[in-house]
């Protein structure tokens, strides 16, 4: 099992829930969240007042795959979140110990 977490732009996250669904994605969470990489945030005009946004809004999306589905949701995602602009976010990959569904107490790719 791998617990995938992606850090995309606000407004890619309907394309990629879309993307996912056809490969039986049962579940992800999803996050609202701020930060910044190579591109150190951006310039903004507000009321005719130049300022700097450091932090810019990113949606996190965190889901737990079986080994045979990481490839194909990586792609999926890697596909739906670009635009080919700085920013686009990147994908994590982490194994996953154990998962535990609280309701039935099934284990690992079961509680899935």
Not at 12 to 32: F, H, Q, Y
Not at 43 to 52: N, V
Not at 91 to 107: D, K, N, P, S
Request: proline content about 3%; glycine content about 10%; charged content about 30%.
């Amino acid at each position: 099992m791998k617990m995938i977490t992606a850090i995309i732009k606000p407004h890619k996250l309907d394309e990629v829930r879309e993307a996912l669904t056809p490969l039986g994605v049962a579940g992800m969470t999803v996050t609202e969240v701020k930060g910044f990489g190579r591109q150190k945030g951006q310039t903004e005009i507000y009321r005719g007042a130049e300022y700097e946004v450091s932090f810019l809004p990113k949606v996190k999306v965190e889901l737990a795959v079986g080994d045979d589905m990481v490839e194909a949701v990586v792609e999926a995602i890697q596909k739906s979140a670009h635009t080919g602009k700085i920013g686009d976010g990147k994908i994590f990959v982490a194994e996953l110990g154990q998962a535990i569904r609280i309701r039935t107490g099934e284990t690992d790719a079961e509680a899935l």
